[in-house]
């Protein structure tokens, strides 16, 4: 059942409008504990194209194929994002990789623990997924704080952005 349904994900890859936004989404939380955590969802059919992901060229991107390419996949992504405290980069942390459904179709997902060292009064994410080969992709970021949340919006002409985290 549950491989039936990862089926139906990708194959709504190849279904998907073929103009629709290329859009990704990322979570950040910072917990009480004071650990932070992330989930970004990226369009497996935006990764397709600059990674060809469909082996046999059948148009059909099937769950064998993303997980043949799953290491090459958060390599790419991953490289394309960078976190960094009061100047000082910090470590992402791949924790898990799965798939996700939206409207539009599947989706990778990057879950992650960010590690920066001391206690940290700002984080700067710079984002540059996709930017080099197309300029309209966006990059959805919300920052779950423990009583707040803050949006920003990240596109070529704005890579980056600076979130305060709460004091415990």
């Known amino acids: 059942m549950i491989r039936a349904a990862l089926f139906a994900l990708l194959f709504m890859v190849s279904n998907a409008l073929a103009h629709s936004a290329s859009d990704a989404y990322l979570t950040i939380t910072s917990a009480s504990n004071g650990r932070i955590e992330g989930q970004w969802d990226v369009a497996l059919r935006d990764l397709h194209f600059v990674l060809a992901l469909d082996d046999d060229g059948d ?12 290491a090459r996949i958060a390599r790419y992504a991953y490289d394309r994002l960078r976190v960094s405290s009061d100047g000082k980069a910090c470590t992402v942390r791949p924790t898990r990789q799965a798939i996700s459904g939206r409207a539009d179709g599947a989706y990778a997902a990057f879950f992650f623990t960010i590690a ?25 970021v919300v920052f779950n ?21 709460p004091r415990l």
């Open 59 to 70: 148009g059909k991107l099937t769950w064998g194929e993303v997980r043949k390419h799953e």
């Open 116 to 140: 920066c060292e001391g206690k940290p009064n700002k984080l700067t994410l710079d984002y540059s997924l996709f930017f080099d080969v197309d300029p309209s992709h966006r990059g959805i």
């Open 145 to 165: 704080m423990r009583n707040a949340t803050s949006t920003s919006l990240f596109s070529p002409d704005k890579p980056h952005a600076d979130f305060t985290l």
